[in-house]
């Protein structure tokens, strides 16, 4: 293997090899019949650490002998001879320094970004950092630029990244990652060249796609006994098409091109790359496809010269490829999730690819329903675990004080209390949520809970409360402070939440591997708090939740090894029976380049950093490689996704013209069997899918015994029995009531609520002086009322402009009704007998007048349109059953008296007054009616129809959903139904 050699020694790997476990049989080959130490002499380089473990994993299995000595590419500095070189800075405390720079420059550019990206600008700037180290890149190439032609935003960010010269002069005693990485390389090469090594040292599996890795490879290379072995090479690509890949702007996405680059950093040609002895591809039909089908855009004119010459591959080639276009997200991933079901059942090592992490969650999910959990390289992100959620929560806590959502948010999650007092907290919790959602303000405070305490003896709530008052109440600090200070106090309340009322209770929150992961997390947050300047609550918590959501937690505990969830760069080291390489749209696979908000395309070219195209060509090479890597492969893509069409990705686009493009050569036929594949596996989809019709439901009028139903009801609830009856059932015979919001809205409800004190004070308080009765004074009521009733700054502004656009229009009006009579009770109640029936009508009124004669005047305050007179004799007879209760018991301490009339008071935009019909309506003919309405409800054979006559036909209901309405519509009969207990 180590032979001399006038050119470098460069292996090249075939596409779909499996790498790791071709480069140990190669091994043992080569050193099989030496001595054992031969092989431990070797110094075997691997480019991540997933790949050192798959290689070590294949060793173990046999037979015993001494290893090599395996570590990573970016370990390389760890040796004694380098002790010059110093430690590097760790990459966040790098990021804190940048925050103080990006966050002058968001004052001066404002535009650039929103401050809640301040981490995330911090975090672009030191990756622009480490890939101008690791490229060789120095400031002055970046002043060097030519921003002539650019836009006069490039030229002030390309002044703004002067600041990066500091920090590149100050690399020598605190480097960068990168910068430490090159330095070492860069002093490995000077070193080997004077001195190479006595041992053989192979470089295995990297690209070569970062500057200082391909110095590395270049210098191995270059060594007696170096070998570079490149993955997925393909020898099928004429030299011709190798030269025209000489220029980034044009060659960045494909997938060879950084073994082009490297063979132009060695000054040679792809002819000295020999093949990994003993390694064959899958199949060299499918190879010679796929390099064909992904020629670099200026030669793709070779389909037509070279096309024919795959006639005999065509056939091999895609025999083994199922080609599937789902309709949608959901079903692509139920057709794979289905695959992989079948995999397991015939005892096969499956692999789903894919960059798409909602892809890859969806497919998870539809395994769960056989039980199978998937082995999932990528984990979850951090702040997506139950720790990051629970640390995220807290943070919030110090720049506001929580309202009542977020109260309740953080008090039910099960990190909170998390101690053996768990269930009363919970008991608790629930009995405060009801509080709160029937009484409670928006945003709770600690008169709050004294109001939720009174009254109450359990033995554990005086407890509860005082570590609640303690850790929810009190924290917020949004002003600008120390980081240290910050994340102390964060880290301090956190962990009191967790514990719960007892201080010595066990601490949960770092338990299991999210708790540890979110442990170091923080832990490093904090140890590198004192680099970053002082910064606001809302800065910290951007801050935090950026920190958090780069680190992942991978739990493989309970997951099927047989099926294998990965990302793109773990399917570079891993082997299977089957791949599934799914997602393949555009702006998925491959993804669409980040922004970068530093250097644009042409900026980054001049300065010989790395083109946005980049990931696109490590992308396209993991696809090459992974759809050669197994005899049978899918690829899959949903035609849609959730709101738009998707467009097949670039490689898939290619393969399928390029197929359609030979038809004599069979091309369209592989194809169409491609797609006839991929089909069967939708049919077998949509038939686990099928349902059995089951009859919709019945438009309900359900039956109960007469002795449960209603004895009681309101004025205002007799207009919901004539038009809803099933409400009326469901509320007061099934006792089920619409759940209040949790976070109270300033709805129509609170504004004739709060309208109606408005009145009520302004009309009492005027009474003996009706002089002051003025729009003045109504209006300076209403700010008053408003102010202690409404928390919310802009509906105050909204009602108090609607009151001010009617103020005129209701001081006039009321001079009017001042003058017919004196307004006398409030808000009073009345109750009355409906002879012989077992039932009482109730009614509160909102204002009654009295004239001279004795006589009353009854009105009420409307804050939407008032009920014409036509609507009041048919459904809407508040008013009038009012005027019949006043007559027949009276309001309050008022005795029965005649009613001179009844009115309705809109408040609305156009404000008017509707009187009651009681000339046509009169109060005998009203209670005759109600009566008569009354009894056929206490008739056993009546029932509550569902919708009997809405307002409108899409108005909606409480109880819709209980009524299960939309399964049938309001021109469908009843269907009667006896319920309950008879």
Not at 379 to 403: Q, T
């Amino acid at each position: 293997m180590f032979e001399p050699l006038d050119t470098p020694r460069v292996f090249g790997m075939p596409l779909g090899a499996d790498f790791p476990r071709e480069l140990v049989r190669g091994l043992l080959a080569a050193y099989d019949g030496q001595p054992p130490e031969a092989l431990a002499r070797v110094h075997l380089i691997v480019n991540t650490r997933r790949m050192a473990r798959r290689i070590r994993a294949l060793f173990d299995q046999g037979p015993a002998l001494l290893l090599p000595r395996i570590s990573l590419v970016t370990d390389f500095g760890e040796t004694l001879g380098l002790a010059h070189i110093p430690e590097p800075m760790p990459p966040l405390r790098r990021r804190l320094e940048l925050i103080t720079v990006v966050s002058a420059l968001l004052e001066q550019e404002p535009d650039l970004a929103p401050r809640a990206a301040l981490y995330d600008l911090s975090d672009s700037l030191a990756r622009l950092m480490d890939e101008m180290h690791g490229e060789g890149v120095v400031p002055e190439d970046i002043t060097a630029i030519d921003t002539g032609d650019q836009s006069g935003h490039w030229a002030r960010i390309k002044t703004f990244l002067g600041i990066l010269s500091p920090y590149f002069e100050a690399s020598g005693d605190a480097p960068d990652v990168e910068t430490r990485q090159r330095l070492v390389i860069e002093t490995y090469a000077r070193l080997w060249q004077d001195q190479p090594p006595d041992h053989p040292i192979i470089l295995a599996g990297s690209t070569g796609s970062r500057g200082a890795t391909r110095l590395l490879m270049k210098t191995v290379a270059q060594l007696p006994q170096g070998a570079v072995v490149l993955p997925g090479f393909d020898v099928d690509q004429p030299d011709h098409v190798w030269a025209r890949l000489d220029d980034p702007r044009n060659s960045e996405d494909h997938p060879q091109f950084r073994f082009a680059q490297l063979l132009s950093d060695l000054d040679t040609t792809p002819s000295i790359i020999r093949p990994w002895p003993g390694t064959a591809p899958v199949s060299p039909e499918r190879n010679r496809l796929m390099s064909l089908a992904l020629r670099p855009a200026p030669v793709t004119d070779e389909w037509l010269s070279h096309g024919p010459s795959l006639a005999g591959d065509i056939g091999p080639a895609t025999e083994g490829i199922t080609l599937l276009s789902a309709p949608s997200a959901r079903m692509e991933a139920l057709c794979i999730a289905m695959r992989l079901r079948e995999a397991v059942e015939h005892g096969q090592t499956a692999a789903l690819i894919t960059p798409d992490r909602t892809l890859t969650r969806r497919v998870a999910s539809a395994l769960d329903r056989w039980g199978i959990r998937p082995d999932d390289s990528a984990g979850v992100p951090l702040h997506h675990s139950a720790p990051g959620r629970f640390l995220r929560h807290v943070a919030e806590m110090l720049n506001a004080p929580l309202d009542a959502a977020q109260l309740l948010t953080l008090l039910k999650h099960p990190l909170t209390n998390a101690g053996d007092a768990r269930g009363m907290h919970l008991r608790l919790t629930r009995e405060l949520e009801l509080y709160l959602r029937r009484d409670g303000p928006p945003e709770p405070d600690l008169e709050t809970l004294d109001a939720f305490a009174a009254g109450s003896d359990d033995p554990y709530l005086d407890t509860w409360l005082t570590w609640l008052r303690a850790c929810f109440f009190g924290n917020a600090a949004p002003e600008a402070r120390p980081l240290t200070a910050i994340v102390d106090s964060h880290i301090t309340l956190a962990e009191a939440i967790s514990r719960g009322p007892d201080a010595n209770a066990p601490l949960h929150l770092w338990d299991e591997d999210a708790g540890i992961e979110a442990e170091k997390c923080v832990s490093n947050l904090a140890e590198n708090a004192q680099y970053a300047q002082a910064m606001q609550a809302i800065d910290y918590i951007n801050l935090f939740h950026a920190v958090l959501s780069r680190e992942v937690v991978r739990n493989q505990t309970g997951t099927d090894p047989r099926v294998l969830i990965w990302g793109t760069l773990e399917a570079r080291v891993q082997g299977a029976d089957l791949m599934i390489l799914a997602g393949l749209n555009e702006g998925t696979w491959p993804e669409i380049p980040p922004r970068d908000p530093w250097l644009n395309r042409d900026m980054r070219c001049q300065a010989g950093l790395l083109l946005p195209e980049r990931n696109i060509g490590l992308s396209a090479h993991d696809f090459q490689q992974a759809a050669t890597a197994t005899p049978e492969v899918w690829i899959t893509r949903s035609v849609r996704s959730d709101d738009a069409q998707t467009v097949p990705s670039r490689w898939l686009n290619r393969l399928t013209n390029l197929l359609k493009g030979l038809p004599e050569e069979g091309g369209t036929d592989a194809l169409a069997a491609m797609t006839s594949r991929g089909n069967d596996a939708l049919a077998r989809a949509e038939a686990l899918e099928a349902v059995t019709p089951t009859p919709s439901a019945r438009r309900p009028a359900p039956i109960p015994p007469v002795h449960t139903r209603p004895k009681e009801l309101s004025v205002t609830r007799i207009e919901k029995l004539i038009r809803d009856p099933y409400a009326i059932y469901a509320d007061k015979i099934l006792r089920l009531r619409p759940l209040d919001p949790l976070m109270k809205l300033p709805d129509a409800r609170l504004r004739g609520e709060v309208l109606h004190d408005v009145l009520e004070h302004v009309i009492k308080a005027t009474l003996d002086d009706p002089d002051s009765l003025t729009p003045a004074y109504l209006t300076q009521e209403t700010v008053s009322v408003l102010a202690k009733s409404v928390p919310w700054g802009e509906a105050r502004a909204l009602w108090l402009a609607r009151i001010a656009r009617i103020a005129d229009w209701f001081i006039e009006t009321e001079a009017g009704r001042r003058a017919l009579a004196r307004p006398t009770a409030f808000e009073q109640m009345a109750r009355a007998q409906v002879e012989p029936l077992d039932f009482t009508l109730t009614a509160k009124a909102d204002r009654i007048d009295i004239d001279t004669g004795g006589r009353l005047h009854i009105y009420d305050y409307k804050t939407g349109a008032p009920p014409s007179p036509k609507s009041q004799k048919a459904f809407e007879k508040q008013l009038l059953l009012e005027a019949a209760l006043a007559e027949r018991a009276g309001f309050g301490e008022l005795s029965p008296s005649p009613v001179e009339r009844a009115v309705f008071i809109g408040l609305t935009g156009e404000p008017k007054q509707v009187p009651a019909p009681l000339e046509e309506a009169p109060t005998g003919r009203t209670w005759a009616e109600l009566k008569d309405l009354i009894t056929r409800y206490m008739d056993p054979g009546q029932g509550y129809l569902s919708r009997r006559a809405m307002k409108t036909k899409d108005m909606p209901g409480d109880y819709d959903q209980l009524a299960r309405f939309g399964e049938w519509d309001i021109t469908d009969e009843a269907d009667p139904e006896k319920v309950g207990i008879w």
